[in-house]
């Protein structure tokens, strides 16, 4: 159980287009999800947590024009980087907090790899 | 301002080690969770301990929880190559929305 998918696994676009990443929960309904930031051999960073249905909340520094979040349902979220730079190249991570849950936990997707070119 | 300090950051070990991995707060939490994260992967939650001196087993690995609920431990007994990988300690954030805080990780590697 509490299986998370992401997709595409890694993607290359150029410079000045938009990208889009899909995080599903597989079997379970994901109340919350999460994005996620992780620069080579650095931590998590988190950028924004988006509820099923309702706008997402940024993080300070994130910019919300540039990363555009929705929640559309409860098994999908999708977070796509508009007008890509080289700067944007990163591990993206999604996580999801839901049915199967215990408090704060989070079930984590595979990670899209985005290099910008 | 919550902050999970985790030690080592980088550790090299021999197939067969033991090692301990710590996870430090000057902030009580409500629980705590351990996740490992191996290169191109995401993290994959290993355990959550919940009650102040709790420890709990899975398989190799042994997790503890401080009385005080501010700290936590990591040990892994003969360590094996397929142990490699970040391991990252998270608790919840007191900001709410179920958010959680993580630790900036502890890198190991185990070589055969």
């Known amino acids: 159980g509490a299986v998370v998918s992401q997709h595409p696994s890694w993607v290359i676009c150029k410079s000045g287009t938009s990208v889009k990443i899909e995080c599903r929960s597989l079997?379970?309904?994901?109340?919350?999800m999460f994005w996620y930031r992780q620069f080579p051999k650095q931590s998590l960073m988190l950028m924004a947590t988006?509820?099923?249905?309702?706008?997402?909340?940024?993080e300070q520094g994130v910019e919300k024009d540039k990363f555009l979040i929705n929640h559309a349902s409860l098994t999908l979220s999708t977070l796509t980087v508009t007008s890509a730079h080289p700067e944007d190249s990163s591990f993206y991570i999604c996580?999801?907090?839901?049915?199967?849950?215990?408090?704060?936990?989070?079930?984590f997707g595979p990670g899209t790899r985005l290099t910008v070119t | 301002t919550q902050l999970l300090e985790q030690s080592p950051q980088f550790l090299s070990i021999q197939e067969g080690e033991n090692l301990t991995v710590y996870c430090n707060s000057s902030?009580?939490?409500?629980?705590l969770q351990w996740y490992r994260q191996e290169p191109g992967e995401g993290p994959v939650l290993l355990v959550t301990?919940?009650?102040?001196?709790e420890v709990k087993k899975l398989k190799r690995l042994t997790f503890q929880f401080g009385d005080a609920r501010k700290d936590s431990s990591l040990h892994i007994t003969a360590a094996q190559p397929g142990d490699t990988g970040l391991y990252l300690c998270?608790?919840?954030?007191?900001?709410?929305?179920?958010?959680?805080?993580f630790g900036a990780g502890t890198r190991l590697a185990v070589h055969p």
């Open positions: 988006s509820n099923e249905g309702s706008k997402a909340t940024y």
């Open positions: 079997d379970f309904q994901a109340t919350t």
């Open positions: 902030s009580v939490f409500s629980s």
């Open positions: 301990v919940v009650t102040g001196g």
């Open positions: 996580s999801a907090h839901g049915t199967l849950s215990s408090t704060y936990e989070q079930y």
């Open positions: 998270a608790g919840p954030d007191s900001g709410g929305y179920n958010k959680l805080i």
